[in-house]
């Protein structure tokens, strides 16, 4: 895919605008509400066929909330915004707006992968069950037809067919996870939400799933929203990456540009903070000190500027937008333009 | 040698289940020096938890010690075998709260959710030193002013929960290390934390361990850890070390192919090709299904590259493979040639990754 083509607003798969996503905090005897945890606060991005696009930042910065928003995985839906998604006949669809009926057939083309796939599902179930049961539910296999299905989904996860008459506790996190995976295939999804699909993994199985998911993209044509903390991940498997803080996108650029040349002041403290498995580039981190705000009770302004090493006045009275600094490049930050910021490079060899 | 502070021979911890026995940890040795840092590194079943579980005899039943040797220095000449003392031994809960202490993944294991964490502190301190109330409640405060947890004097009446989880990993560090102990053993210690969080426990630990001279036993499956902090590495699989060295070495001259295997198997930040990861193929065998011979060798490429034998029906030794480095590997001890490998620094047979 040539990544710096324009590309037709109209092309997108999905398009979020202005996602907000508010969680009421009650208190007392009556659960009165005093107040209101913004856990998406206004964040818009598109999503392009095929691609992979990684929400990253810490925890409490929105990322599970927005990806799961946006499969309208919750009862209540968002609190405002839009969740545009192109369906299989080219008309696009505000799924924010959409009741549980009305969602029914797009619930089949968005599905989710989870850091432990069984963590929910009952451990008497067999293979064969948890692949199968959104086939049933959804009305498209059932019997033998069901079986074949779940066979050529575990052969596609590079599983041996046979195990389908297994039970969960049998298998390894690794084969878990790829249980995991044709689960959330059956229903020939285009877009598939992975929410730290791989942070539960042993590094040597982390690969495989990484290799695994790359391959599936592939040849399903997959586009992935890819939820995560560990930036190394991300690098390898996005195509481009949304930095959030606090409920909104801070930087959102294409991978190789916002790694080498973040925009952002927290994007790059991210990157400084990153654990190099080589001890000769010791003492490269930046620590940042504090801590991630309650989203209960952010700061004004930039939500970042408490922490910021470039803060200026400006920056707590002032929230700065998102704003495109360059073809794709999407910052905010007033100060984007004048400071220039550390990125991931490998830095020079120490002798 | 007297900058010794932990000798473990031959350590065998193993699990008493009604489908069988598991060797978790099945006869390790290791030497951990005075004011230094040792990284246990490892996947999932490894035995490196309770491996760092058996030095503090916290192992719970159907688990149980079934021999070995515990040397702990504590001064020149005072040398104690730990497993002479009894589990529940006066000896050893003095030992295990004054001399050493234990941090883990998950603050809540260490610390009691209706207690404030100052009671807790003064609590541990009182039962292990003279101090008076009073005088504890300071060195409390004082301590939680240590390890970075803001506004400590009003901090200390706090419950766990009231607190984020990077504080409540601050405050579990504060009551470990209250009592000043010479060996402090941290199990996973930031796995559940932020990067950002993560770097400022690390720097924490780094720098108390400057202050306090501590001798730090690590345990991560993160190799960016174990880079970032370890002097000294030791990497498990199936219950043994399969290689033990420099960080520096470990890292740059890895021995043992499943070293190089899981530092080819990583992504790394820095990588702009985005070329497909080289992952190590299969899983960690079941602890009941245990591969005979080199308990790596189902899925080492390195055998079947060099057309290895020996490596499906006979365990290797650990040899020793460079000034301080050692590796279990029949490509580092041609067999017929066992006593070569003293003082011999073995070329290394394949390419290796992350070299110069």
């Known amino acids: 895919m040539d990544r710096t083509a324009p590309r037709d607003a109209h092309a997108a798969l999905l398009e979020v605008q202005d996602l907000k996503v508010y969680f009421p905090i009650r208190r007392g005897l009556l659960q009165r509400k005093v107040g209101e945890v913004k856990a998406v606060d206004g964040v818009s991005f598109r999503l392009w066929p095929g691609e992979t696009l990684s929400l990253v930042g810490e925890s409490g910065c929105g990322k599970t909330t927005t990806g799961r928003s946006i499969v309208r995985a919750y009862k209540t839906p968002p609190t405002a915004g839009r969740i545009c998604f192109r369906g299989d006949d080219g008309q696009v669809v505000d799924l924010a707006q959409l009741g549980d009926a009305e969602l029914k057939p797009y619930r089949r083309a968005m599905q989710m992968v989870f850091q432990d796939p069984f963590a929910s599902l009952n451990p008497r179930m067999t293979v064969l069950d948890i692949i199968g049961e959104p086939l049933l539910v959804n009305g498209i296999a059932s019997g033998k037809e069901l079986e074949a299905r779940v066979a050529e989904l575990l052969r596609r996860v590079k599983l041996p067919p046979e195990y389908m008459r297994r039970y969960p506790h049998a298998f390894s996190g690794g084969q878990r996870q790829r249980i995991g995976i044709a689960r959330a295939l059956a229903t020939g999804p285009r877009l598939v939400v992975a929410d730290e699909a791989v942070s539960a993994l042993d590094v040597s199985v982390q690969a495989q799933i990484l290799n695994l998911m790359q391959d599936l993209q592939a040849e399903l044509s997959l586009t992935y929203l890819f939820v995560a903390h560990n930036l190394s991940v991300v690098r390898y498997i996005s195509d481009r990456v949304a930095v959030m803080y606090v409920g909104r996108v801070v930087e959102l650029a294409e991978t190789s540009k916002l790694f080498a040349q973040p925009r952002h002041p927290y994007t790059e403290a991210l990157l400084a903070n990153v654990p190099r498995p080589d001890p000769r580039l010791r003492g490269m981190r930046i620590v940042l000190q504090g801590e991630v705000p309650d989203p209960a009770n952010p700061p004004s302004g930039c939500h970042f500027h408490p922490r910021c090493r470039y803060a200026q006045a400006r920056c707590a009275s002032e929230a700065p937008p998102l704003r495109e600094i360059a073809p794709g490049q999407h910052v905010a930050c007033h100060f984007a333009e004048t400071l220039t910021l550390r990125g991931a490079a490998a830095p020079p060899a120490v002798a | 040698?007297?900058?010794?502070?932990?000798?473990?021979?031959?350590?065998?911890?193993?699990?008493?289940?009604?489908?069988?026995?598991?060797?978790?940890?099945?006869?390790?040795?290791?030497?951990?020096?005075?004011?230094?840092?040792?990284?246990?590194?490892?996947?999932?079943?490894?035995?490196?938890?309770?491996?760092?579980?058996?030095?503090?005899?916290?192992?719970?039943?159907?688990?149980?010690?079934?021999?070995?040797?515990?040397?702990?220095?504590?001064?020149?000449?005072?040398?104690?075998?730990?497993?002479?003392?009894?589990?529940?031994?006066?000896?050893?809960?003095?030992f295990r709260g004054r001399e050493a202490a234990m941090i883990f993944q998950e603050p809540m294991a260490a610390l009691s959710p209706v207690h404030t964490i100052g009671?807790?502190?003064?609590?541990?301190?009182?039962?292990?030193?003279?101090?008076?109330?009073?005088?504890?409640?300071?060195?409390?405060?004082?301590?939680?002013?240590?390890?970075?947890?803001?506004?400590?004097?009003?901090?200390?009446?706090?419950?766990?929960?009231?607190?984020?989880?990077?504080?409540?990993?601050?405050?579990?560090?504060?009551?470990?290390?209250?009592?000043?102990?010479?060996?402090?053993?941290?199990?996973?210690?930031?796995?559940?934390?932020?990067?950002?969080?993560?770097?400022?426990?690390?720097?924490?630990?780094?720098?108390?361990?400057?202050?306090?001279?501590?001798?730090?036993?690590?345990?991560?499956?993160?190799?960016?850890?174990?880079?970032?902090?370890?002097?000294?590495?030791?990497?498990?699989?199936?219950?043994?070390?399969?290689?033990?060295?420099?960080?520096?070495?470990?890292?740059?001259?890895?021995?043992?192919?499943?070293?190089?295997?899981?530092?080819?198997?990583?992504?790394?930040?820095?990588?702009?090709?985005?070329?497909?990861?080289?992952?190590?193929?299969?899983?960690?065998?079941?602890?009941?299904?245990?591969?005979?011979?080199?308990?790596?060798?189902?899925?080492?490429?390195?055998?079947?590259?060099?057309?290895?034998?020996?490596?499906?029906?006979?365990?290797?030794?650990?040899?020793?493979?460079?000034?301080?480095?050692?590796?279990?590997?029949?490509?580092?001890?041609?067999?017929?040639?066992?006593?070569?490998?003293a003082g011999h620094a073995a070329e290394p047979a394949l390419a290796i990754i992350g070299g110069q």
């Open chain 2, 1 to 94: 040698m007297n900058d010794l502070l932990l000798e473990i021979e031959d350590l065998k911890t193993h699990f008493f289940l009604d489908d069988g026995v598991v060797k978790a940890v099945d006869g390790v040795s290791l030497q951990v020096r005075r004011g230094r840092t040792l990284a246990i590194v490892g996947e999932s079943g490894c035995g490196k938890s309770i491996m760092a579980r058996s030095i503090l005899q916290i192992v719970t039943p159907p688990g149980k010690i079934v021999g070995g040797r515990i040397c702990y220095h504590r001064a020149p000449g005072d040398v104690v075998n730990l497993l002479d003392y009894q589990r529940k031994s006066r000896e050893m809960r003095a």
């Open chain 2, 119 to 341: 009671s807790q502190i003064v609590e541990r301190l009182r039962l292990h030193s003279g101090a008076s109330r009073r005088e504890a409640r300071a060195l409390a405060v004082e301590m939680l002013h240590r390890v970075g947890i803001p506004h400590p004097a009003q901090r200390v009446d706090a419950y766990p929960h009231q607190l984020s989880g990077g504080m409540r990993q601050r405050a579990m560090i504060a009551m470990a290390l209250i009592c000043r102990p010479a060996l402090l053993i941290a199990d996973e210690p930031t796995t559940a934390l932020d990067v950002t969080t993560q770097a400022q426990i690390l720097e924490l630990i780094r720098q108390l361990q400057a202050e306090l001279g501590m001798t730090v036993v690590i345990i991560t499956h993160d190799l960016g850890v174990v880079a970032e902090i370890a002097d000294e590495v030791a990497v498990m699989y199936l219950g043994q070390i399969v290689e033990h060295g420099p960080v520096d070495a470990i890292f740059h001259h890895p021995q043992h192919p499943y070293t190089r295997g899981l530092l080819r198997s990583i992504p790394r930040i820095e990588d702009v090709t985005r070329a497909r990861l080289d992952a190590i193929p299969g899983a960690v065998p079941h602890p009941y299904a245990r591969p005979g011979g080199c308990p790596f060798h189902t899925r080492c490429r390195e055998r079947i590259i060099h057309q290895l034998e020996l490596c499906t029906h006979t365990a290797p030794p650990l040899t020793r493979v460079g000034p301080l480095q050692q590796a279990r590997c029949w490509l580092h001890e041609p067999p017929g040639d066992g006593q070569r490998g």
